[in-house]
């Protein structure tokens, strides 16, 4: 079992930034991704980023490049999401999740793992 924490949504002016962290715990051994998801008010779940948990990478959805900026802790077993020149449209409940099979980062149907999520709302 996986127990993941996120914290550090709120409410941001537009484009202010947000940091939120997601502290991971139990059997996080040979995980290979942990990723970003958010679900924005009567929207389905959507891809964020995304890292690997060894070797680093990173995955963006295209309407965050360049904005949001995915890091990892391995000491701390957390992993973070700086959100930059936020806008309304990044209004959403944001997800951390963990992924256990080595493909497709960007498909939530590949993470084995879910937090509570952490709400982010940025007004105009």
């Known amino acids: 079992q996986v127990q993941l924490v996120e914290s550090g949504g709120g409410l941001v002016q537009a484009g202010g930034s947000l940091r939120l962290s997601c502290a991971a715990s139990?059997?996080?051994?040979?995980?290979?991704?942990m990723g970003w998801f958010r679900q924005p008010p009567g929207k389905e779940r959507e891809f964020v980023a995304a890292?690997?948990?060894?070797?680093?990478?990173?995955y963006y959805a295209d309407s965050v490049k360049g904005r949001f900026t995915i890091s990892r802790d391995n000491a701390e077993n957390t992993l973070y999401l700086q959100m930059n020149s936020l806008n309304p449209e990044d209004t959403a409940v944001y997800y951390c999740?963990?992924?256990?099979?080595?493909?497709?980062?960007?498909?939530?149907?590949?993470?084995?793992?879910w937090g509570q999520g952490t709400q982010v709302t940025v007004s105009s």
């Open positions: 139990g059997h996080t051994f040979n995980r290979y991704y």
């Open positions: 999740a963990t992924s256990f099979t080595g493909s497709y980062p960007r498909l939530p149907n590949k993470y084995d793992y």
């Open positions: 890292i690997s948990w060894i070797g680093g990478s990173t």
